[in-house]
């Protein structure tokens, strides 16, 4: 699976971005989507991940109630709702597909990474 992310930009505080990541390959229907996150100077942090059939999600302790992943397999993309943006939300933002179908949150545990959309959220 390719993977190509978009949707990125510059917001202030409390305002909303949605993400999209574009996969290409027919297994995109089968396997888990997942958005990892990467600050200047730390780790890539696991973000949420949704089941293959769009069924089933699991978010970070940090974007629990403020973003929702989906998914449409008839476009072969993932989207990632961001509401309530934080500055510490700002981050380089990254789509990746996982291994299995299954809820999956270790970067290990992807296959597939998409090039990152930058996101910036002013204070």
């Known amino acids: 699976v390719q993977l190509q992310a978009s949707g990125g930009g510059l917001v202030q505080a409390g305002d909303s971005l949605r993400l999209s990541c574009a996969a290409s390959?027919?297994?995109?229907?089968?396997?888990?989507m997942a958005w990892f996150r990467q600050a200047p100077g730390k780790e890539r942090e696991f973000v949420a991940v949704i089941n293959w059939d769009g069924s089933s999600t699991y978010y970070a302790d940090s974007v629990k109630g403020r973003f929702t992943i989906s998914r449409d397999n008839a476009k072969n993309t993932v989207y990632l709702q961001m509401n309530s943006l934080r500055p510490e939300d700002t981050a380089v933002y990254y789509c990746?597909?996982?291994?299995?179908?299954?809820?999956?949150?270790?970067?290990?545990?992807?296959?597939?990474w998409g090039k990152g959309t930058q996101v910036t959220v002013s204070s």
């Open positions: 990746a597909a996982g291994r299995i179908k299954w809820l999956v949150t270790r970067t290990s545990d992807m296959d597939s």
């Open positions: 390959g027919r297994t995109f229907s089968s396997v888990a």
